[in-house]
């Protein structure tokens, strides 16, 4: 007896036929952002090959330049997506500026969407064969059609975002989006180079069972995520009760990953190492609001400690933000402590 086996392109087309009016670029959109991954998973696939075939920084036996990962997935992105007629402007945490879209065709000029990515999250982990993810959200854009797009186009809040989505490259690669109409995962099936669907309809489970934070920091992190953490390990608690288990990969694709399936909470509170001048760690555009358009899908919910992530409005691409993402009882319970503690 077979399951019915349904290939990612299947399942978007059938989401697209709920919309009449959809002229299909969208779901091309979705298309060339899955080739992408496909591309970017058989590069990280040969990453532990790279002492025999050669590192990044080194000459290959053609005589051009090993690429870095991150390096290699970012102009992957940007490649997929220039010349498509779909996107008007890019924008990635690898560079400093947006990515205009201006092909030697200017009738490609006008792509209506606006494709936002982190390449490769977490690369730091690669060297030591640790999962690894690729973060992407798309908006519509909002400057007039016809001409490249703009800063502005990729400046929106949140809640203004067509689709998240992210991909895992873990002991198989997966890769889950949601357009607003549930959060959808797919395996990639290696040998046949497609992506299927093996988690439809993902909802976070009702009892979280994972924390998730790098604790090293937490003497840094203001007295209400302090008493938040305690609260978690169970410390909060008259009686002696054991609090969630801790789970940390430091890679966020990867722990996000596993509270949404299993159930938990990941947070990244900012540092008050020097409190006239609190930072965070992650990235609003390329991290935390595509993350938490998905948690809000699933739902889950995601705060920067005092409002939704969804709510922020970006005033600058590379903007940090601190992060409470995952079940949303202890999202809020984190805000209702940072509401009295700061
Ligand atoms: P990156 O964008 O430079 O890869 O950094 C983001 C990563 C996340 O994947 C992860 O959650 C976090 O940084 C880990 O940070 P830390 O090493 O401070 O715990
Ligand atoms: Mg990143």
């Not at 019915?4 to 670029?25: C, D, F, N, S, W």
Request: aromatic residues 10%.
């Amino acid at each position: 007896m077979f399951s019915k086996i349904i290939t990612m392109e299947q399942h978007i087309l059938e989401q697209e036929r709920v919309y009449p009016e959809a002229t299909g670029t969208f779901t091309n959109l979705l298309y060339d952002i899955a080739l992408a991954a496909k591309i970017i998973s058989r590069e990280i696939r040969r990453a532990g090959l790279g002492n025999i075939l050669g590192e990044a920084g080194t000459v290959n036996v053609q005589g051009e330049e090993q690429m870095r990962l991150d390096v290699f997935a970012n102009e992957t992105f940007i490649r997929m997506n220039s010349y498509t007629g779909r996107v008007g402007v890019m924008a990635t945490e690898e560079l400093e500026s947006i990515v205009s879209i201006v092909p030697d065709n200017p009738a490609m000029a006008g792509g209506k969407y606006v494709l936002i990515f982190d390449p490769v999250d977490g690369s730091s982990n690669i060297a030591a064969n640790v999962s690894v993810g690729t973060i992407f959200s798309i908006y519509r854009r909002k400057s007039p059609l016809g001409a490249p797009g703009t800063v502005e186009d990729c400046l929106q809040p949140g809640r203004d975002m067509a689709a998240a989505g992210y991909v895992l490259y873990g002991s198989s690669t997966m890769l889950v989006y949601t357009a607003g109409n549930g959060v959808h995962g797919f395996t990639l099936e290696p040998s046949l180079g497609e992506f299927l669907l093996s988690h439809p309809a993902i909802c976070m489970p009702a009892l979280p069972r994972y924390s998730s934070a790098n604790v090293s920091y937490e003497r840094l992190w203001s007295p209400g995520a302090q008493r938040f953490h305690r609260y978690l390990q169970g410390m909060e608690s008259e009686k002696p009760v054991v609090g969630l288990s801790a789970r940390y990969v430091g890679s966020l694709v990867a722990d996000f990953h596993r509270n949404l399936l299993n159930g938990g909470i990941f947070y990244y509170p900012s540092s008050y190492a020097n409190p006239v001048n609190p930072r965070a760690k992650l990235r609003l555009l390329y991290e935390a609001a595509p993350l938490g358009y998905i948690a809000h899908h699933a739902g889950g919910y995601a705060s920067d400690g005092t409002r939704s992530i969804l709510d922020i409005v970006p005033t600058e691409l590379h903007q940090r933000t601190a992060l409470f993402i995952g079940d949303r009882g202890l999202v809020q319970k984190a805000e209702g402590y940072i509401h009295d503690l700061g």
